[in-house]
Every structure is written in structure tokens, then in C-alpha cells.
């Protein structure tokens, strides 16, 4: 089984997705760490992405989600997965992956980008991503709002599905 968490900048997917896969026994994989030189270069001069620049690391991302499945291993990735056509792209043709939409008040997510810091992501970007956003229906993804603590939306998914026991199968 593949997870991945998503939402804008400051929904807290890299804790959650530690979290989660810690709880689940299984990998971990940061999509940020995918990203090129260039991307993150313009992200932490609040130049905002076009699709040309999130396709190379969405594929880059997809292809570590294809080596995971062929070994058969339960992963929780990150990525923002904004639009659709990225969830798409990430998705392929395998319907087994689980998205878990990390939502939060403007707001809150304004607070905790303040308060981050030693992230390439220029906070005045949240904007951006706000509008780029296609959210998920509840079809695609678990929606989860961030208001909650870390532990209590851990908790939450892992009910969602079907893992409270906390092994690592695939369902």
C-alpha cells in the first residue's frame, strides 16, 4: 500500500507522514527531497512553480512509488499533489494508493509558516498554492483538518483505513 500525504505548504505532511509511517512499521518518503535544484531555487525566492516544473518531479516521485510497489513495501510519501492532474500522475493506474488531504484555515497554515524555519519554501507562496489547489473529493482522498493534533490525525487515518491494529498489509 502506497499513502500519500498532501495538502499546501504548512499542513504539517512531513510530521504526519513521519508519524504514520512509524506507526505503520514501514518507509517514509519526503517528495520535497525529489525536487530539482531549480524548483526548490525558485520556491525560496517565492517564484511559484508551473506545471512544466512540478512534471519531472512528479515522475520523479511516481518512480519511486513503482520501485516500492515492485518490492512489494508499504510506503507513506509527502507531496502537495494540488492539482488533479498531479494526483493523477502520481496515482498511474494503480487505484490502491491512499491520499490523505492535510486541510487547515488560511489562517492556521499563516501561523505555522511563521513560526517554520530552515525551509526552502518562501512563505509568501501559500497564496499561490491556495489557488492552484483542486481539493479531492471524498473519492480520492481522506480529508483531515490540521486544527487537530498530530497524534489525533494519525489516529484518524489509521481508522480511515482500516489500519488500527498498525500492520502494514496491503488492503
Known amino acids: 500500500m502506497i499513502v500519500i500525504a498532501m495538502g499546501v505548504c504548512g499542513t504539517g505532511k512531513t510530521l504526519i507522514g513521519e508519524l504514520l509511517s512509524e506507526r505503520l512499521a514501514c518507509d517514509f518518503v519526503d517528495g520535497d527531497t525529489l525536487h530539482s535544484v531549480a524548483n ?10 508551473t ?7 512528479l515522475q520523479a516521485i511516481r518512480q ?3 520501485t516500492k510497489q515492485s518490492m512489494g513495501e508499504t510506503t507513506v510519501f509527502t507531496c502537495s499533489s494540488l492539482k488533479r492532474m498531479y494526483r493523477d500522475i502520481l496515482r498511474g493506474q494503480d487505484q490502491n494508493i ?7 484555515s488560511y489562517e492556521l497554515l499563516q501561523q505555522r509558516l511563521a513560526a517554520r524555519s530552515g525551509h526552502f519554501f518562501d512563505p509568501s507562496l501559500l497564496q499561490t498554492q491556495l489557488d492552484t489547489l483542486e481539493e479531492p473529493d471524498a473519492y480520492e482522498a481522506i480529508t483531515i483538518d490540521i486544527a487537530l493534533s498530530p497524534e489525533q490525525i494519525v489516529t484518524q487515518v489509521m481508522q480511515q483505513l482500516d489500519l488500527s491494529k498498525g500492520i502494514c498489509q496491503e488492503i
Open 40 to 49: 526548490k531555487s525558485k520556491m525560496s525566492q517565492g517564484i511559484p512553480l
Open 51 to 57: 506545471d512544466e516544473d512540478r512534471l519531472p518531479w
Open 64 to 66: 519511486v512509488i513503482e
Open 98 to 104: 491512499k491520499f490523505l488531504y492535510l486541510k487547515g
